[in-house]
């Protein structure tokens, strides 16, 4: 069955620093990998996706992620940090065209941006 | 462009009751899928509507069951509540005008359910 892995439950990093979010796949055929971050009691924020194509993805709020098929993991990037970047980041995969609207989440990782 | 809008956004019931979750989705889109987020088990998908139809459903019991109107809204249904049932259900809607788009899914605010 198809999964997603976030090894990390929590990162911390300092402000202005560049930021790590872990997340690695598990699927036949070709997956379609997304990124969302929730803030606390909001819904969440769809971040960028990968769906073909060039393996550097680029996405909101300067944030970026990176296929890497032989690793099977997509991670999660950016130069540098802010406070405001701390929230709860979701890995997802929608695995084949007969799955759409299904999103199979990863358990999620607490980033810490400290001043 | 209004967002997903989800009512009500917090609901407390008792054991054993039924409830009715409401979710308006962005205008024009066509496929609505819900989701439930507990801590001890992550998101998990319960189940997608496109244009009035069930087109996919995840793992969950028979006592989870939704719908969709013409005009897009959805509702999501749950019998015979259980204490385990408490957990923020969200709502998501996306164009996926096909069944091989992969179009992202904008998500509401949730409906926070605690079951007593």
């Known amino acids: 069955a198809q999964s997603v892995a976030q090894p990390e439950d929590q990162v911390n990093v300092a402000e202005g620093n560049p930021l790590t979010v872990k997340c690695t796949y598990s699927v036949s055929g070709n997956p379609y990998l997304f990124w969302y971050v929730q803030y606390p009691n909001r819904g969440l924020q769809f971040l960028l996706k990968?769906?073909?194509?060039?393996?550097l993805v680029k996405g909101s709020y300067g944030f970026e992620a990176e296929f890497n098929k032989s690793q099977t993991s997509f991670h999660l990037k950016k130069p540098s940090a802010l406070v405001s970047d701390s929230a709860l980041y979701f890995c997802?995969?929608?695995?084949?065209?007969?799955?759409?609207?299904?999103?199979?989440f990863g358990q999620g990782t607490t980033l810490q941006v400290k001043p | 462009k209004a967002g997903v809008t989800q009512t009500p956004r917090y609901l407390i019931k008792t054991r054993g009751q039924q409830v009715t979750l409401s979710c308006s989705p962005i205008?024009?889109?066509?496929?609505v899928s819900w989701y439930q987020q507990t801590p001890g088990q992550g998101l998990q998908f319960l189940f997608e509507y496109f244009s009035e139809t069930q087109r996919n459903k995840g793992n969950f019991p028979g006592r989870f069951s939704g719908r969709q109107f013409s005009n897009s809204r959805s509702e999501m249904n749950v019998s015979t509540l259980e204490l385990g049932d408490s957990a923020l259900y969200l709502c998501?809607?996306?164009?996926?005008?096909?069944?091989?788009?992969?179009?992202?899914?904008?998500f509401g605010p949730g409906t926070r359910l605690t079951v007593l």
């Open positions: 990968y769906i073909t194509g060039d393996n």
């Open positions: 998501a809607s996306s164009l996926a005008s096909w069944a091989g788009g992969m179009d992202e899914q904008f």
């Open positions: 997802a995969v929608i695995h084949g065209s007969g799955n759409t609207g299904k999103l199979i």
């Open positions: 205008s024009g889109h066509r496929s």
